[in-house]
């Protein structure tokens, strides 16, 4: 689109607002544009970024799969000046690993109008975001995030067929996210850990095979649970040696350390097909003397099989440890009986938000935490919630056959491995994650009930999820307006990614 003369369409001195977020494999934009309560023909935003996609382009807009037509089976993206993105976040997936550490400048800018044929870019209200894209590993912390994304239109472009390729989908939806296993063992002389469930034969058991180091892994293993046996059968050497955890509700926990080496991997991944690939979740590595001994001694105190009570002993908050710009601090569930320090400190965080509450959690049951959370927006704070939705997911899933069932989904926790509480303030901090402003996020009244609708579609959107055809049938109207005073409905629609 041909860039309009900025007097076709009067436009607020105010510009607009952004703030940039930044992952190895992605950009999060999150923007605003306050002057546009004024105008009932405030449509979005066009976002123009330099370098452009393509090599040797210098400059080129993001792409929209939404715009004023219904899509068809075979549309094709349009550029966001043509088809402004509905929505006051937007992510950039078109992100490749020859990017990382390089230098890009987004431009923002509001756009008004009625229709494909009436659109004036507000070029007097533009702002530009300029930023670095970082490396897997900055400042001793090494993070990993998967695509899981099978309900999306980008895995469908990319595979019509899943099952004629698996191992190219698993590659696609575990992102880089199994480098984390092949970092840790390199260079160890010896290895130990906890693990919930290890059922990956792809990735993880070959390579603790392959390790020529010593390993020790505390293993899940109850009599209704013992899932991790034919791994620990495959795994059996004079170099290896397994420890079951049978003494507890649920033996959670997700790490592996290298104590000489000083560093600890640890996530939210289970070391499984499912939990590698088709599951949202992310493994870090962290470079810490300190921390690497806290999670020694985990490993050491759950690996003679001690009851719950004998485990809730010592837990507590340990000492805040430095780790680069960032200071974090770790926990060892369970807590005794009827005390609540681990989420307590957390809803004393939530209660303490001035701007937003983000949170991605599998399922939040406890109800001091969701009163904290629904409450955010009395006080004017941005609550973005993401829950995991499991049925229609699963199934998912189980047709892509990745050579066992997936697993049955997980009880309550009672000993739910660690937590690890980011006390940095800021962008220098990892798993920070605080949008600017109230507007930048959906903002969830007190009290809300979210349906099973929404509750899949805030999680489709926390994990990359793309805009798929509503249920019904029924498309967004042509034109969404976006107004202060109701926000919602446009924001239901585009779920925020271009590729």
Same mark, same amino acid.
């Given at each position: 689109?041909?860039?309009?003369?900025?007097?076709? @369409?009067?436009?607020?001195s %105010?510009?607009?607002?952004?703030? &940039?977020?930044?992952?190895?494999?992605?950009?999060l934009? &999150?923007?605003?544009?306050?002057?546009?309560? $004024?105008?009932?023909?405030?449509l979005?935003?066009?976002?123009?970024?330099?370098?452009?996609?393509?090599?040797?382009?210098q400059?080129?807009?993001?792409?929209?799969?939404?715009?004023?037509?219904?899509?068809?089976p075979?549309?094709?993206?349009?550029t966001?000046?043509?088809?402004?993105?509905?929505?006051?976040?937007?992510?950039?997936?078109?992100?490749?690993? &020859?990017?990382?550490?390089?230098?890009?400048?987004?431009?923002? /800018?509001?756009?008004?109008?009625?229709?494909?044929?009436?659109?004036?870019l $507000?070029?007097?209200?533009?702002?530009?975001?300029?930023?670095?894209?970082? $490396?897997?590993?900055?400042?001793?912390?090494?993070?990993?995030?998967?695509r899981?994304?099978?309900s999306? %239109?980008?895995?469908?472009?990319? =595979?019509?067929?899943?099952?004629?390729?698996?191992?190219?989908?698993?590659?696609?939806?575990?992102?880089?996210l199994?480098?984390?296993?092949a970092?840790?063992?390199?260079?160890?002389?010896?290895?130990?850990?906890?693990?919930?469930?290890? /059922?990956?034969?792809?990735?993880?058991?070959p390579?603790?095979?392959? =390790?020529?180091?010593?390993?020790?892994?505390?293993?899940?293993?109850?009599?209704?649970d013992?899932?991790?046996r034919p791994?620990?059968?495959?795994?059996?050497?004079?170099?290896?040696?397994?420890?079951?955890r049978?003494?507890t509700?649920?033996?959670?926990?997700?790490f592996?350390?290298?104590?000489?080496?000083?560093?600890?991997?640890?996530?939210?991944a289970?070391?499984?097909?499912?939990?590698?690939?088709?599951?949202?979740?992310?493994?870090?590595?962290?470079?810490?003397?300190?921390?690497a001994?806290?999670?020694?001694?985990?490993?050491?105190v759950?690996?003679?099989?001690?009851t719950?009570?004998?485990?809730?002993?010592g837990?507590?908050?340990?000492?805040?440890v430095?780790?680069?710009?960032?200071?974090?601090?770790?926990?060892?569930s369970?807590?005794?009986?009827?005390k609540r320090?681990?989420?307590?400190?957390?809803?004393?965080?939530?209660?303490?938000?001035?701007?937003?509450?983000?949170?991605?959690?599998?399922d939040?049951?406890d109800?001091?935490?969701? /009163?904290a959370?629904?409450?955010?927006?009395?006080?004017e704070?941005?609550?973005?919630?993401?829950?995991?939705?499991?049925?229609s997911?699963?199934?998912?899933?189980?047709?892509l056959r990745f050579? @066992?069932s997936?697993? %049955?989904?997980?009880p309550g926790?009672a000993?739910?491995?660690?937590a690890v509480?980011?006390?940095?303030?800021?962008?220098?901090?990892?798993?920070?994650?605080?949008?600017?402003?109230?507007?930048?996020?959906?903002r969830?009244?007190?009290?809300?009930?979210?349906? @099973?609708?929404?509750?899949?579609e805030h999680?489709?959107?926390?994990?990359?999820?793309?805009?798929?055809?509503?249920a019904?049938?029924?498309?967004p109207?042509?034109v969404?307006?976006?107004?202060?005073?109701?926000?919602?409905?446009?924001?239901?629609h585009?779920?925020?990614?271009?590729?």
């Amino acid at each position: 689109m041909a860039r309009t003369p900025r007097g076709a @369409r009067a436009s607020a001195s %105010q510009a607009a607002t952004a703030r &940039a977020y930044t992952s190895p494999t992605l950009v999060l934009l &999150a923007m605003d544009w306050p002057a546009g309560q $004024q105008f009932a023909d405030f449509l979005g935003f066009a976002i123009l970024r330099s370098p452009g996609f393509r090599p040797g382009e210098q400059q080129g807009y993001l792409r929209n799969k939404i715009g004023f037509n219904p899509p068809q089976p075979n549309s094709q993206p349009l550029t966001s000046d043509v088809a402004p993105f509905q929505k006051f976040h937007w992510w950039d997936g078109a992100i490749s690993e &020859a990017d990382r550490g390089k230098t890009f400048k987004y431009t923002i /800018t509001p756009v008004r109008g009625t229709g494909p044929d009436d659109l004036v870019l $507000q070029h007097d209200a533009e702002t530009t975001v300029s930023l670095t894209l970082p $490396q897997v590993e900055e400042e001793g912390i090494a993070t990993w995030f998967n695509r899981a994304v099978v309900s999306s %239109q980008a895995f469908s472009r990319e =595979f019509p067929d899943p099952q004629s390729n698996i191992p190219e989908v698993m590659d696609w939806l575990a992102n880089g996210l199994v480098e984390a296993f092949a970092q840790i063992l390199s260079g160890a002389d010896k290895i130990e850990g906890a693990i919930y469930h290890l /059922t990956d034969n792809r990735w993880v058991v070959p390579a603790f095979k392959g =390790f020529k180091g010593e390993l020790s892994l505390v293993y899940e293993d109850r009599t209704n649970d013992r899932t991790d046996r034919p791994a620990i059968e495959l795994l059996e050497s004079d170099r290896f040696e397994g420890k079951p955890r049978s003494k507890t509700n649920i033996m959670h926990d997700k790490f592996l350390v290298d104590l000489d080496g000083g560093r600890v991997l640890m996530g939210s991944a289970n070391f499984t097909p499912e939990g590698l690939t088709s599951q949202a979740n992310l493994l870090h590595i962290f470079k810490s003397p300190q921390l690497a001994k806290l999670y020694a001694e985990r490993a050491q105190v759950i690996a003679g099989d001690p009851t719950i009570g004998e485990t809730a002993k010592g837990a507590g908050w340990s000492r805040p440890v430095k780790i680069g710009k960032t200071t974090v601090r770790v926990f060892f569930s369970p807590e005794p009986t009827n005390k609540r320090v681990s989420i307590d400190t957390v809803i004393k965080s939530v209660k303490g938000a001035k701007s937003s509450v983000m949170f991605c959690m599998f399922d939040p049951t406890d109800p001091k935490l969701i /009163t904290a959370l629904l409450a955010t927006s009395d006080r004017e704070a941005a609550l973005r919630a993401a829950q995991q939705h499991l049925r229609s997911d699963r199934e998912k899933e189980k047709s892509l056959r990745f050579g @066992r069932s997936p697993a %049955q989904a997980e009880p309550g926790h009672a000993d739910q491995g660690d937590a690890v509480q980011s006390l940095a303030k800021g962008q220098g901090g990892a798993g920070v994650f605080v949008l600017p402003s109230r507007y930048h996020a959906r903002r969830l009244p007190a009290r809300a009930e979210l349906g @099973r609708s929404q509750q899949r579609e805030h999680a489709a959107a926390a994990e990359g999820g793309e805009e798929t055809r509503p249920a019904g049938g029924a498309y967004p109207p042509q034109v969404h307006h976006h107004r202060r005073g109701d926000r919602r409905s446009h924001d239901l629609h585009g779920l925020g990614q271009s590729q």
